[in-house]
């Protein structure tokens, strides 16, 4: 007995020595010692829960969210009511903006109503969702729990600063206060003044890396790139290195590969593997885009926007980290777009004309609301303007969102800033976009432009989506739901109830195709085609009527579903190739060349593309076309420079630059001495 | 460039007199897909070479061992030392490390078979272009002095199935292979139009690629990407003819013009003289060198022409 009982004092004495170890060495930032000694406690003692919540807060703290997330998983299963493990699980949760970081909090809060950890996670939950009477009664629950309660302090001053009140009594005069204030103004988009918390932050506590490296991200998203690395080298050089940390430092690294193009408005920046090419169709779009703004919102930006173009996804994802609920094609900052550039992307699958309006878009609407517009207002914004530069952009309506409007799923205008946010569903983004969108068409259509302008001035002063619905639209938000609903439902009741039906169809008139019963696809695919027309996906009804005509030798029907094909937004580069070729076989080049054209919007990085386009519009007429196209050929290496060239003093000729022409036709024999038509045409030019 | 311009006129004069033969074998699919693909490809190259003067053309689509050998046999039999041998293959291949085979109806044929049966053709100027998955891993056996070796892959460990012969197939009938315009396309340019368009391809299904075509024709060196004086492979491929697309060289029969022919044969090599030298040209100089010969070319062809 008395042996029994040393072993056990040892034991104890033992175990309570080494997890004061492990937290002193966690604390002195000596976190591979750290982490050693959790996991020989672990080992150690295999039922006790808490040393594994303890080691997963290290794990989490340290960038590892999944090991951590095991750990509190593998805690629950020694201990079912564990707080700690149920708290580190809700900060996993809330830093991947997951919905189920609220359901966590709660669960711990319900383990130990004392955890004061989780009562003010659960009110920065809330502000996160722009809910700010709930944040308040959060906040307000754990200041009672503990009066000096800083996170608690910093969510009730953050939204006094959020509506622009600078002297709050709740100013918690923390570092981590001022870090959280920061987080919450950056998710608001509101960068700049994001910032200046972080700096407020780092100022208190220098070596809070984490507020340190949340600075350096954000002044990189500005274009500060000067300073963000100096700050993120930083944090590197102390071993912070969280994946923001070494991804953007990776990124600023490779902007030598970069080539930047100014004008007075615009900054635009290429990668050098496809600068030459994309320069010009970029360029002149940007300014087709800002011109067209400056009229419509009746506002002059005051100094050039910055658009940079990734071909790399993963560089351009860095700029989104730690961002919820941002379109996965472009993202702004203030007066910095970034985008995936069109090589990126699978041919078909991305318009990055439709991706640059709907970008530029926020940077207008962002700066003539100071940032303070919510979420669902400039996305739904963007969105409209995507439809409004040309009814072909824009994306269709998809079977996730067939899906919400059937499940009833759609949020209530007041709350839509949720399912950007914090979606409870895994397509709840997208269905948000699309939402947003169409409640801002509606807008436009019941109640035109102004209303949304003046929406965007209200906004400005920082007037809730609530407030000014009711001012603007003269309905209260309910009322505008309910009418908004009933439209949108007029618009997509034939193919929201007959979507199973179209399903069915599909498959059938799939089958009808591969078995060559032509009559019976026409017959089929005519009516799925008018129940589900927005399907341009592969598989689609507009191809399976086009093939099923050519095979009854029908070209012109062909042409004819086709052309409703691009008219509904069709992306297939090989099937808008299909339809130009056909125009050019029946004689109608200029129709051709535009549905050619469109492709420079898809899928510019082809040859063939260019070539063929610079051909028919040489032969229209249209010479500075095709000098465009021709150009675009010679900037991605072609198979065959010296006809390449030739093409293009074909083209110069046309258009009386004949020194231009000789300039081409001289690369051409170079490439080619023999090529007997450009001899030809030096020895014209020459005489 | 000056050498490589003389060794193409004495090519191209030799094989006006010769008679290229062409061996292309398409092998198993294995599913209909590529037993589709594959025969259609070995079709499109007949059809295409038939039409071409000075060939002899043999096709085996699901050909067998038997019939290679049998089929190469016949090329031993006919050939004559200045004349000229391809042999194209399509289809899958296999690579264990030690041997390449492609697989064909029955027992599969391996590198050193066919390189044994290569031997034995007298025709000096042999090209062989594998085109099927893990083909990298035949060059060391087939290359030899004289003989020009494209592969689909650069190892034998690429083993995932090709795209390499769509685009060859495309080069023998695309006068954009033509990149020096004298109506002749040769294999180094058959070579570059299909990598560049494989790579291509890749590109623009956003997909890594899985193939790398390699070249080789020195007959002791390693294989490579890009042919270039530099790594000196390509020499015998630029100057190996295989296909002509237009009357190359018709005005070479007329006595009357041989001095402007030698005129042009003279412009010609000074033009790849100054472009061999043009690094160490000022620009702008350069460029005026460059502009007088080629007028003048462009001149003396324009009398030819008459």
Same mark, same amino acid.
Request: proline share 4%; aromatic share 8%.
């Given at each position: ?329 472009? =993202? ?235 008219? =509904? ?119 | ?31 209909? !897909? ?230 042009? !044969? ?5 033009? !790849? ?34």
């Amino acid at each position: 007995m008395r042996l029994c009982l040393a072993v056990l004092c040892a034991s104890a004495v033992l175990s309570g020595q080494t997890l004061e170890q492990a937290e002193s060495l966690w604390k002195q930032h000596s976190y591979s010692e750290a982490n050693g000694t959790f996991r020989a406690l672990v080992d150690a003692h295999p039922r006790n829960p808490q040393y594994r919540v303890r080691w997963g807060r290290l794990l989490l703290e340290r960038f590892n969210k999944p090991d951590a997330m095991q750990l509190f998983q593998e805690a629950l299963k020694i201990d079912a009511n564990n707080a700690g493990a149920y708290m580190g699980m809700a900060l996993v949760a809330a830093e991947g903006f997951e919905n189920q970081a609220v359901e966590f909090a709660h669960k711990a809060l319900a383990a130990d109503p004392h955890l004061l950890e989780a009562q003010e996670l659960l009110a920065r939950l809330a502000l996160e969702d722009n809910d700010t009477a709930k944040a308040i009664e959060e906040a307000d629950r754990a200041i009672a729990m503990s009066p000096s309660a800083v996170q608690a302090k910093a969510i009730r001053a953050t939204i006094d600063w959020l509506n622009d009140e600078a002297d709050t009594k709740w100013d918690p005069h923390v570092a981590e206060g001022y870090e959280t204030a920061g987080r919450i103004f950056v998710l608001n988009r509101r960068y700049e003044e994001g910032i200046q918390f972080y700096r407020k932050a780092i100022e208190l506590e220098p070596d809070l890396w984490s507020a340190r490296a949340e600075l350096g991200v954000n002044l990189m998203r500005l274009g500060e790139e000067g300073e963000a690395r100096t700050q993120l080298e930083m944090c590197y050089g102390a071993g912070y290195k969280d994946a923001a940390t070494v991804n953007s430092l990776r990124l600023m690294d490779s902007y030598k590969n970069f080539i930047t193009y100014k004008t007075q408005t615009t900054i635009l920046r290429l990668h050098k593997k496809e600068a030459e090419l994309l320069h010009p169709y970029f360029e002149t779009e940007m300014q087709r885009a800002l011109a067209t703004y400056e009229k419509k919102y009746g506002f002059k930006l005051d100094h050039p926007v910055q658009v940079e173009v990734y071909p790399d996804h993963e560089d351009f994802a860095v700029r989104t980290l730690g961002i919820p609920g941002l379109g996965a094609l472009g =993202v702004t900052f203030g007066y910095v777009v970034a985008m995936d550039s069109p090589s990126g992307r699978k041919p078909g699958t991305f318009h990055w004309g439709s991706t640059l309006w709907h970008e530029l878009s926020h940077v207008y609407v962002l700066t003539m609301t100071h940032h303070r517009v919510p979420r669902w207002f400039t996305e739904g914004l963007a969105v409209h303007e995507e439809t409004a530069v040309s009814p072909e952009w824009g994306d269709r309506l998809d079977p996730h969102v067939i899906a919400a409007i059937k499940d009833k799923k759609l949020l209530p205008v007041a709350e839509l800033d949720r399912g950007f946010v914090r979606p409870t569903y895994p397509t709840q983004v997208v269905v948000s976009y699309f939402q947003a969108g169409k409640i801002c068409d509606y807008i436009n259509r019941e109640w035109g432009w102004p209303k949304l302008l003046a929406m965007i001035h209200d906004f400005a002063t920082s007037e809730s989506t609530p407030d000014v619905i009711t001012k603007e639209l003269g309905l209260k938000p309910e009322e505008f739901d309910k009418r908004f609903l009933a439209a949108l439902d007029a618009e997509t009741k034939k193919t929201v109830d007959g979507f199973d039906e179209w399903r069915t169809l599909l498959k059938k008139v799939a089958e009808e195709a591969k078995a060559g019963e032509h009559d019976q696809v026409i017959h089929d695919a005519t009516a799925i085609r008018d129940i589900y027309p927005d399907y341009v996906e592969a598989g689609n009804a507009y191809q399976f009527l086009a093939d099923a005509w050519l095979a009854k030798g029908d070209k012109k029907a062909a042409i004819a579903e086709l052309e409703r094909y691009t008219k =509904v937004g069709g992306r297939s580069p090989d099937t808008l190739k299909q339809l130009a070729a056909l125009l050019e076989e029946s004689g109608n080049k200029k129709e051709a060349a535009t549905v050619l054209d469109r492709l420079n919007y898809i899928a510019p990085v082809d040859e063939e593309l260019h070539r063929r386009l610079g051909d028919l519009w040489l032969a229209d007429g249209n010479t500075a076309g095709a000098i465009r196209e021709y150009r675009a050929v010679l900037a991605k290496a072609p198979t065959d420079p010296a006809a390449s060239h030739f093409d293009l003093a074909k083209a110069y000729r046309t258009a009386q630059r004949p020194e231009d022409a000789k300039e081409e036709l001289l690369l051409a024999l170079e490439a080619a001495p023999g090529f007997r038509p450009a001899q030809k045409m030096l020895l014209e030019l020459t005489k | 460039m000056g050498e490589r311009t003389v060794l193409l006129l004495l090519v191209c004069a030799l094989s006006l007199h010769a008679t290229t033969f062409y061996v292309t074998v398409s092998g198993l699919g294995g599913e209909p !897909d590529y037993e589709q693909r594959f025969g259609m490809w070995a079709k499109d190259i007949d059809k295409t070479l038939k039409a071409s003067p000075d060939s002899k053309v043999e096709t085996l689509v699901d050909g067998t061992r038997a019939q290679v050998r049998e089929a190469l046999e016949r090329v031993a039999k006919e050939a004559k030392p200045q004349d000229a041998v391809v042999v194209m293959l399509i289809g899958h291949g296999t690579f264990d490390g030690y041997d390449y085979k492609i697989n064909l109806a029955g027992p599969d044929l391996s590198a050193s078979e066919l390189a044994g049966m290569l031997d034995h053709v007298p025709a000096t100027r042999q090209l062989v272009v594998n085109m099927t998955s893990a083909s990298g891993g035949s060059i060391e056996f087939l290359r030899r002095p004289g003989r020009v070796v494209i592969t689909a892959t650069k190892t034998g460990s690429e083993k995932n199935a090709t795209v390499f012969a769509r685009y060859w197939v495309e080069a023998l009938r695309d006068a954009a292979a033509d990149t020096d315009k004298n109506e002749v396309i040769s294999a180094l340019e058959a070579y570059r139009y299909a990598d560049k368009k494989t790579a291509a391809y890749y590109e623009s299904q956003n997909r890594l690629a899985t193939e790398h075509a390699v070249l080789e024709d020195t007959g002791k060196g390693e294989p490579v990407r890009a042919p270039s004086p530099e790594n000196g492979e390509g020499l015998l491929a630029a100057t190996f003819p295989l296909i002509r697309l237009g009357a190359a060289a018709a005005a070479a029969k007329d006595p009357a013009k041989l001095q402007l022919l030698a005129k042009k !044969d003279d412009l010609e090599q000074q033009i !790849d003289k100054l472009k061999y030298e043009k690094a160490a040209i000022p620009p702008e100089e350069y460029k005026k060198q460059l502009a007088a010969l080629l007028l003048e070319l462009a001149r003396t062809q324009e009398e030819l022409d008459k």
